[in-house]
């Protein structure tokens, strides 16, 4: 899933002033949590009181679209977008981007951050980073393991010496919609890898020393030629 | 694989001595002259073969290690084994860094991945880690043995006169990671491994021991004669590894009740020397063990007392 977080509203109503009709597109595809219909008109709303509140009047229509990053399925919005002056997208960067292009001149903006490629972690109610699409997938020598992804360092032969039982030098203070701080100490990626494979009886590729990578793979812009 | 020795440091190892490293660490300043200085004391103990020169430790930046261990092995005589970290540089700043650093005399280098930037006082900054510690010592190895780059273009003119270490943590629970990590970086080229601080005789022991199941590379052990009961729980407090055991840290604690200062250096000093002399003896006899990496920044006294003891029968 690409995992996204919406912008605050000041930000997207300061994109907002200069328009009074606009159309807010939820995306059914892979974003979590969901942006589809509901959340497009929720936001569709909040936008409408929120320009409310700053003596404006924005009207705000409602839609989504089955795949927001597919050129064929944002042809139709087609009429929905009579008298609409701009677009506020739900969807990841790469849906507010197809819109931008497939729509120019109309001014198209993000509502959400696109965080990254994750889960969620059920028992925590987390959603957590799981692939940096690095283009040369390791999984299968790391026991389904990313060490690009989850080692704070996207070490090739760790565990680094910041690794003690289990858990990685690096942590992270997380604040909740409450603004209580806490701090994360995440489990090293490589300490998870030792154990998968040592329980697997795969330790030999634990063993096996890793070469430099062709960072060429994951520079961008990156593109493949599909079909 | 193939060893030659560029270093006084990889010299003595080969000829099958037991060595003693210090170590040195340069601030955030343009200034190195105390560093010089303790270079100098620890060179004139007549005992220590050579002198780690810290590269941005905890990921705080100071001086480049590359001009400290330049200048401190200039000016004090003493020959230095000049630190190199991949969390700030890509692997084109690091080969760059180590034909400067064979250019300008220092044979040896210590590999080192690096604390994550995330834990100095630059969280903002970017890491690197275009390559990890395995890495970096297969890069020396390379330019060394096969005169190529990272890439396998050519290295023209002189030879590269390099000798590589790798670092370890002995006391790391579970150490079976850990050994096989050490593992690969000696067989990525690795010529000797310096360990992080540890003081439990029998982890040492045990790592030694488990380690030569998977190469002889020789391994010079870290210890830390501490001057303070503040500094031994600091230790067994925060850093990653490292266990302080109970029967120091409670005579440390007593040592604190001796009010004349004099005479609780004397204690301090007589617990260390007795401790560390039976730590080295008893790791002496690994046939892997070739050394002990002595951190006793800003505590001289003891150094030569230690080696001496641990050199007598
Ligand atoms: S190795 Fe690369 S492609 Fe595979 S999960 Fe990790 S980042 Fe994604
Ligand atoms: S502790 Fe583990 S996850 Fe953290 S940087 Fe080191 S190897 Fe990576």
């Not at chain 2, 500094?231 to 604190?256: E, N």
Request: include cysteine; charge should be negative.
């Amino acid at each position: 899933m690409i995992i996204v977080e919406q912008k605050p509203l000041e930000e997207i109503l300061g994109y907002l002033k200069p328009y009074k009709k606009v159309l807010v597109v939820g995306c059914d595809g892979c974003t979590q949590p969901p942006r589809s219909l509901r959340e497009a008109k929720s936001m569709a709303m909040q936008v409408e009181m929120g320009s409310k509140l700053e003596k404006k009047d924005i009207t705000a229509k409602a839609t989504t679209l089955v795949k927001q990053c597919c050129k064929d399925s944002v042809a139709g919005l087609g009429e929905m977008l009579e008298g609409v002056e701009a677009i506020v997208s739900m969807a990841c960067g790469a849906g507010v981007q197809t819109l931008a292009e497939a729509f120019h001149p109309l001014p198209v903006f993000p509502a959400q951050n696109t965080m990254f490629i994750g889960s969620a972690e059920h028992n925590q109610g987390d959603l957590v980073e799981k692939c940096q699409a690095c283009g040369d997938c390791l999984l299968g020598y790391t026991g389904g393991i990313c060490p690009v992804a989850l080692c704070a360092k996207g070490l090739m032969n760790g565990p680094c010496g910041g690794c003690y039982q289990g858990k990685c030098e690096v942590t992270k203070e997380v604040t909740d919609d409450q603004g209580n701080v806490t701090t994360i100490q995440n489990d090293c990626a490589w300490f998870m890898i030792y154990e998968r494979l040592r329980d697997q009886g795969r330790l030999d590729l634990f063993k096996t020393y890793r070469p430099m990578r062709d960072a060429r793979v994951s520079s961008s812009p990156r593109s493949i030629k599909w079909a | 694989m193939e060893t030659k020795a560029f270093s006084n440091l990889m010299k003595a190892i080969m000829d099958g001595k037991f060595v003693y490293t210090g170590e040195l660490e340069p601030h955030k300043t343009a200034d190195i002259t105390d560093v010089v200085e303790w270079a100098t004391t620890l060179k004139n103990t007549g005992k220590i073969v050579a002198a780690n020169v810290t590269d941005n430790p905890q990921s705080m930046a100071s001086i480049s290690s590359l001009a400290a261990s330049y200048v401190i092995q200039r000016d004090s005589g003493l020959e230095v084994v000049y630190q190199l970290r991949c969390s700030d540089r890509s692997r084109m700043a690091l080969f760059s860094d180590l034909l400067g650093a064979s250019m300008l005399g220092l044979r040896n280098v210590l590999s080192l991945t690096g604390d994550h930037p995330a834990t100095g006082d630059a969280p903002q900054s970017k890491p690197v880690f275009d390559l990890d510690s395995a890495q970096l010592v297969e890069l020396v190895h390379n330019m060394v043995y096969e005169k190529k780059d990272y890439a396998g273009n050519e290295i023209h003119g002189p030879d590269i006169q390099l000798n590589v270490g790798g670092v370890a943590n002995p006391g790391l629970d579970p150490v079976e990671p850990e050994v096989i990590k050490v593992a690969r970086k000696a067989h990525a080229g690795a010529d000797f491994i310096q360990t992080q601080v540890i003081f439990e005789v029998e982890a040492a022991l045990n790592f030694l021991d488990m380690l030569a199941e998977y190469t002889d590379v020789p391994v010079l052990m870290g210890i830390f004669p501490p001057r303070s009961y503040g500094q031994a729980s600091f230790f067994d407090k925060f850093v990653t590894g490292v266990t302080v055991p109970k029967d120091l840290l409670d005579t440390f604690k007593k040592f604190k009740e001796i009010e004349d200062k004099a005479k609780r250096k004397e204690k301090v000093d007589e617990y260390n020397i007795t401790y560390f002399v039976d730590f080295i003896k008893e790791i002496r006899k690994k046939k892997n063990s070739a050394g002990c990496h002595i951190m006793a920044v800003g505590y001289p006294d003891v150094i030569a007392p230690i080696i001496t003891g641990a050199e007598g029968k």
